[in-house]
Protein backbone atom coordinates (compact mmCIF):
# COMPACT_ATOMS: atom_id res chain seq x y z
CA UNK A 1 0.00 0.00 0.00
CA UNK A 2 3.07 2.30 0.96
CA UNK A 3 4.39 1.39 -2.52
CA UNK A 4 1.14 2.42 -4.68
CA UNK A 5 1.52 5.54 -2.41
CA UNK A 6 4.96 6.65 -3.35
CA UNK A 7 4.01 5.31 -7.25
CA UNK A 8 0.98 7.68 -7.37
CA UNK A 9 3.22 10.92 -6.24
CA UNK A 10 5.79 10.52 -8.32
CA UNK A 11 3.03 9.73 -11.67
CA UNK A 12 0.98 13.40 -10.28
CA UNK A 13 4.30 14.94 -10.23
CA UNK A 14 5.54 14.02 -12.98
CA UNK A 15 2.06 14.96 -14.63
CA UNK A 16 2.96 17.97 -13.07
CA UNK A 17 5.62 19.30 -14.04
CA UNK A 18 4.90 18.07 -18.04
CA UNK A 19 2.03 20.32 -18.12
CA UNK A 20 3.52 23.62 -16.31
CA UNK A 21 4.48 26.50 -18.01
CA UNK A 22 8.29 25.90 -19.12
CA UNK A 23 10.31 29.11 -19.40
CA UNK A 24 14.12 28.43 -20.23
CA UNK A 25 16.53 30.99 -20.44
CA UNK A 26 18.84 30.28 -22.56
CA UNK A 27 22.55 31.76 -23.86
CA UNK A 28 24.43 30.82 -26.74
CA UNK A 29 27.79 31.59 -26.68
CA UNK A 30 28.92 32.73 -29.93
CA UNK A 31 32.80 32.69 -31.35
CA UNK A 32 32.91 36.34 -29.86
CA UNK A 33 32.70 34.71 -26.40
CA UNK A 34 29.93 37.88 -25.45
CA UNK A 35 27.05 35.18 -24.90
CA UNK A 36 24.84 36.73 -27.24
CA UNK A 37 22.32 35.27 -29.40
CA UNK A 38 22.71 36.37 -33.00
CA UNK A 39 19.63 35.93 -35.18
CA UNK A 40 20.33 36.62 -38.90
CA UNK A 41 16.86 38.42 -40.05
CA UNK A 42 15.72 38.95 -43.53
CA UNK A 43 16.21 42.66 -44.36
CA UNK A 44 13.17 43.14 -46.27
CA UNK A 45 11.61 42.50 -43.52
CA UNK A 46 13.32 45.67 -41.28
CA UNK A 47 10.71 47.75 -42.87
CA UNK A 48 11.84 50.82 -40.60
CA UNK A 49 14.84 52.53 -39.33
CA UNK A 50 16.50 53.47 -36.09
CA UNK A 51 14.54 52.72 -33.40
CA UNK A 52 11.47 51.30 -35.58
CA UNK A 53 13.56 48.64 -36.63
CA UNK A 54 15.85 47.83 -33.07
CA UNK A 55 11.84 47.55 -32.42
CA UNK A 56 10.70 44.86 -35.32
CA UNK A 57 14.66 42.86 -34.38
CA UNK A 58 13.17 42.80 -30.87
CA UNK A 59 9.56 41.68 -32.03
CA UNK A 60 10.84 39.09 -34.05
CA UNK A 61 13.32 37.52 -31.17
CA UNK A 62 10.74 37.72 -28.60
CA UNK A 63 8.44 35.96 -31.30
CA UNK A 64 11.09 33.14 -31.87
CA UNK A 65 11.17 32.67 -28.00
CA UNK A 66 7.57 32.19 -28.41
CA UNK A 67 7.91 30.11 -31.29
CA UNK A 68 10.08 27.84 -29.72
CA UNK A 69 8.46 27.45 -26.36
CA UNK A 70 4.71 27.24 -27.02
CA UNK A 71 4.61 26.06 -30.81
CA UNK A 72 7.71 23.48 -30.98
CA UNK A 73 6.26 22.32 -27.49
CA UNK A 74 3.86 20.44 -28.81
CA UNK A 75 4.41 19.03 -32.20
CA UNK A 76 7.65 19.10 -34.80
CA UNK A 77 7.59 21.89 -37.32
CA UNK A 78 8.26 22.40 -40.64
CA UNK A 79 11.33 25.03 -41.41
CA UNK A 80 9.46 28.56 -41.50
CA UNK A 81 10.22 29.06 -45.17
CA UNK A 82 8.14 25.74 -46.21
CA UNK A 83 5.35 28.12 -46.26
CA UNK A 84 4.24 31.55 -47.72
CA UNK A 85 3.20 34.36 -45.79
CA UNK A 86 -0.44 33.72 -46.89
CA UNK A 87 -0.19 30.13 -45.92
CA UNK A 88 1.08 31.27 -42.52
CA UNK A 89 -1.74 33.60 -41.68
CA UNK A 90 -4.12 30.34 -42.26
CA UNK A 91 -1.79 28.31 -39.99
CA UNK A 92 -1.73 31.04 -37.25
CA UNK A 93 -5.71 31.76 -37.32
CA UNK A 94 -6.07 27.73 -36.52
CA UNK A 95 -3.01 27.39 -33.79
CA UNK A 96 -3.10 30.95 -31.89
CA UNK A 97 -6.13 29.69 -30.06
CA UNK A 98 -5.27 26.26 -29.61
CA UNK A 99 -1.51 27.39 -27.97
CA UNK A 100 -3.50 30.03 -25.86
CA UNK A 101 -1.47 32.67 -27.14
CA UNK A 102 -1.87 36.43 -25.43
CA UNK A 103 -2.62 39.21 -28.22
CA UNK A 104 0.91 40.38 -27.86
CA UNK A 105 2.12 36.99 -28.31
CA UNK A 106 -0.05 36.52 -31.39
CA UNK A 107 2.10 39.82 -32.91
CA UNK A 108 5.41 38.35 -31.83
CA UNK A 109 5.45 35.07 -33.63
CA UNK A 110 3.32 36.87 -36.44
CA UNK A 111 6.56 38.76 -37.14
CA UNK A 112 8.72 36.20 -36.15
CA UNK A 113 7.39 33.10 -38.84
CA UNK A 114 6.57 36.13 -41.67
CA UNK A 115 9.85 37.47 -41.84
CA UNK A 116 11.32 33.99 -42.37
CA UNK A 117 8.76 32.85 -44.14
CA UNK A 118 9.41 31.55 -48.05
CA UNK A 119 9.42 34.45 -50.74
Known amino acids: MKQKKIVVGIALALVFMACSKKTVA ?3 VGSSGTGTTSETIPSESLKGSGETAVADVNLMAAGKNVYETKCIRCHAMKPLAAFTDPRWEAILKIMVPKANLTQVETQQVT ?8 R
Open 26 to 28: TKD
Open 111 to 118: AYVKANAK
